[in-house]
């Protein structure tokens, strides 16, 4: 249909996302090549929305987190030093919609709260520790935010704990008392991995908690289901999960 008719606004918009919904399922195979060229070309396609549109500021953020989710990507393959200006300029570019009080829908505040926690560990690589804490614990406020607004959001909940896992890790121990009540049986029941996405989040976890058997067990799963995302295979070779 967009081959057809590339200037309907419906079907361009259809095939950005369906393009984002390939380069999610190539990310983690992974093939990053084409992962990367499919958010592209949805990153182009959600700006030429944006324009015809009156500038619409809902497609352009869309547009800004096509360019973090490729950030993502290039963060394993590039040098950190490289990718430092353009990441604080994606954040910078969010920050001014949010800033000029234009509608941003939930999912994309999630996107926003979890590209800090991606900064956040660009700027550790890069061994600027403040800036990098600092980014750690914006991205914790903004997401435990969301997740008191709607908490039964899995997205926002699953980048919550993901934040609080990284704090963890840094400092072993969580920022309070609060928010270990909040990860307290959190995905701690087999039963409740739902996804690929519970599931690595749940090893994690398990990790905090102690209990590297059923860590391994949630990696083994992944890895069977053909799960090899970048930053999920670090933590497993980290962790001594995976070899």
Not at 36 to 50: D, F, M, P, R
Not at 71 to 85: N, Q, S, T, Y
Not at 183 to 206: I, K, M, N, T
Request: with cysteine.
């Amino acid at each position: 249909l967009y081959d057809a008719s590339p200037d309907n606004q419906q079907y361009k918009l259809e095939m950005a996302f369906s393009l984002s919904g390939l380069a999610s399922v190539q990310r983690l195979v992974p093939i990053p090549d084409q992962a990367l060229s499919n958010l592209q070309q949805a990153y182009v396609l959600l700006n030429e929305i944006a324009e015809q549109d009156g500038n619409n500021q809902k497609r352009r953020m869309e547009a800004i987190i096509r360019a973090q989710r490729m950030m993502d990507i290039r963060f394993w393959i590039e040098p950190a030093e490289d990718l430092w200006p353009e990441a604080n300029d994606l954040k910078d570019q969010m920050e001014a919609i949010f800033t000029q009080g234009s509608s941003v829908d939930y999912e994309s505040s999630v996107d926003y709260g979890y590209s800090l926690l991606g900064l956040s560990e660009l700027a550790w690589l890069l061994e600027n520790k403040d800036e990098s804490e600092r980014l750690l614990n914006q991205s914790i406020d903004w997401l435990s935010a969301l997740v008191d607004e709607e908490p039964e959001s899995r997205r926002s909940r699953r980048s919550f704990a993901h934040a609080l896992f990284v704090f963890w890790e840094r400092n072993g121990t969580l920022p309070s008392k609060e928010v270990d009540l909040i990860l307290d049986g959190y995905l701690g029941d087999p039963e409740q991995v739902r996804s690929c996405s519970d599931a690595v989040l749940a090893a994690r976890l398990e990790i905090m908690r102690g209990n590297k058997i059923l860590a391994k067990h949630y990696t083994e799963y992944l890895l069977g289901k053909g799960y090899y995302e970048s930053g999920f295979v670090a933590f497993c070779r980290r962790y001594e999960l995976c070899d």
